[in-house]
């Protein structure tokens, strides 16, 4: 069975800085891996996904994600964080082929700190 | 831009008592889906429908759960009997009709359920 860890439960930096938001699956074959947003009050956003073109995939909102599947991640990466940017983050697996269904990780809490 | 609805977007009911959460997704999307995010914890499918049936559900998804396209429009869960621990925030979301994974899912703003 597919699954996905985000490590780390709340991230906390300074606005201007980097944003790192881990994220490891496990899957016995390579997936389809998602990144989603969700604001305050609102539904979940597709930021950027990797369906196994590029590795390095780019997103909205000035975000991109590496695809290392020697290391089974797909790290979510800004390299200056806005105040806008403060939301929770799902890193999200589905498989390449059959059922579409998103397994899920725990979240990230981004909080960006003036 | 087009976008998944739901409505309410709380509900508040007693348990024992039924629940009908509406989702009226995409217009030219044909795969619908309920996902589920209790306070505090991951989101998690629930089930997912193509053509009229469900094509996949998940554990969670006991008798308890049905649902519906009753119309062209609107995509219905319906929790029969409510029990605390379904409390949550419910998800729907549509894609297009591909049986590839990368079809991207969205996402409608979630109907909070409280139930006491």
């Known amino acids: 069975a597919q699954s996905v860890t985000q490590l780390g439960s709340h991230v906390s930096v300074s606005e201007g800085a980097l944003v790192l938001l881990r994220c490891n699956y496990s899957?016995?074959?390579?997936?389809?891996l998602f990144w989603y947003v969700q604001y305050p009050n609102q539904g979940l956003q597709l930021l950027l996904k990797y369906t196994s073109a590029a590795t390095l995939v780019k997103g909205i909102n000035g975000f991109e994600a590496e695809f290392k599947k020697s290391e089974t991640s797909f790290h979510l990466t800004k390299p200056s964080a806005h105040m806008s940017d403060a939301a929770e983050y799902f890193c999200?697996?589905?498989?390449?082929?059959?059922?579409?269904?998103?397994?899920f990780g725990q979240g990230t809490r981004l909080t960006i700190n003036p | 831009e087009p976008e998944v609805t739901q409505t309410p977007s709380h509900q508040v009911t007693q348990m024992g008592q039924e629940v009908i959460l509406r989702c009226v997704p995409i217009s030219n999307h044909l795969y619908f889906y309920w996902y589920r995010q209790i306070l505090g914890q991951k989101v998690e499918f629930l089930v997912s429908?193509?053509?009229?049936?469900?094509?996949?559900k998940s554990e969670i998804f006991d008798d308890q759960f049905s649902v519906e396209r009753p119309d062209g429009s609107n995509f219905t869960l319906k929790i029969r009997s409510t029990k605390l621990e379904d409390s949550a925030m419910y998800f729907c979301a549509s894609n297009f009709g591909r049986t590839s994974g990368d079809n991207e899912q969205f996402f409608g703003p979630g109907t909070r359920l409280t139930v006491l």
């Open positions: 429908f193509y053509n009229n049936e469900i094509s996949e």
């Open positions: 899957s016995s074959v390579p997936p389809y």
């Open positions: 999200a697996v589905s498989p390449v082929q059959g059922a579409q269904k998103l397994v």
